[in-house]
């Protein structure tokens, strides 16, 4: 069992960043994809960014040019960048994880408010 550990949340003004952080229990680098989520309310979840175990990233019209995407397997922790923010970026932020396998994993959702 793999534990994905979140961090980074909070309450932003528009405009602002926050770097969303996703620390997981087993080495990152045997992973096969990792992507980040988003669930607002009343949404459903809804894809926000993937990176591939190449490295090559793919994010969602909403959020490409703002968000970035980036790993560091040394520490076994993905990240997410996310400047300029706006309010509709307002969502329960999820982590997810997929191993060569199979095996997929969540973490445990981080809020992020961006106020107007």
């Known amino acids: 069992q793999v534990q994905l550990v979140e961090s980074g949340g909070g309450l932003v003004q528009a405009g602002g960043s926050l770097r969303l952080s996703c620390t997981a229990s087993?080495?990152?680098?045997?992973?096969?994809?990792g992507t980040w989520y988003r669930q607002a309310p009343g949404n459903q979840r809804e894809l926000v960014a993937n990176?591939?175990?190449?490295?090559?990233?793919n994010y969602a019209e909403a959020v490409a040019g703002r968000f970035t995407f980036s790993r560091d397997n040394a520490k076994n922790t993905v990240y997410l960048q996310m400047n300029n923010l706006k309010p509709e970026d307002t969502a329960v932020y999820y982590c997810?994880?997929?191993?060569?396998?199979?095996?997929?994993?969540w973490g445990q959702g981080i809020q992020v408010t961006v106020s107007s």
């Open positions: 990176i591939t175990w190449g490295g090559r990233t």
């Open positions: 997810n994880f997929n191993y060569w396998g199979g095996s997929s994993y």
């Open positions: 087993r080495i990152i680098s045997s992973m096969r994809s």
